[in-house]
């Protein structure tokens, strides 16, 4: 598989900014975004389930962004609103072949990864 990422920026605090991800090749289960902030270990943001949808956000992004696939365009979205300074970070497309979303948001254990791009929340 390989993942294709787009959309980072600079954005105010309080903005928005959606990111994508097209994918190609295999077939994937999870698919979804993991980042790592400048001297933080790399976090979870979300992720989902390729073919139920069921998603899984990590607890510092839960009401703020939005995780959608479209199939069709083997594309998944990041729609991020409300953004904070701490959501500044490179955010990186994984997918994973046989395990879940859940597992892949917790472990951060993926079989593909996309380049990162970065988002930076800043006045």
């Known amino acids: 598989v390989q993942l294709q990422a787009s959309g980072g920026g600079l954005v105010q605090p309080g903005g928005s900014l959606r990111l994508s991800c097209t994918a190609s090749g295999e077939i994937y289960t999870a698919i979804g975004w993991l980042r790592q902030a400048p001297g933080k270990e790399r976090e979870g943001v979300s992720c989902?389930?390729?073919?139920?949808?069921?998603?899984y956000y990590g607890d510092s992004v839960k009401g703020r962004f939005t995780i959608s696939r479209d199939n069709a365009k083997n594309t998944v979205y990041l729609q991020m609103h409300s953004l904070k300074p701490e959501d500044t970070a490179v955010y990186y497309c994984?997918?994973?072949?046989?395990?879940?979303?859940?597992?892949?948001?917790?472990?951060?254990?993926?079989?593909?990864w996309g380049q990162g791009t970065l988002v930076t929340v800043s006045s």
């Open positions: 989902i389930n390729s073919r139920d949808g069921r998603a």
């Open positions: 994984a997918a994973a072949w046989d395990q879940g979303p859940y597992v892949v948001l917790t472990t951060g254990v993926v079989d593909y």
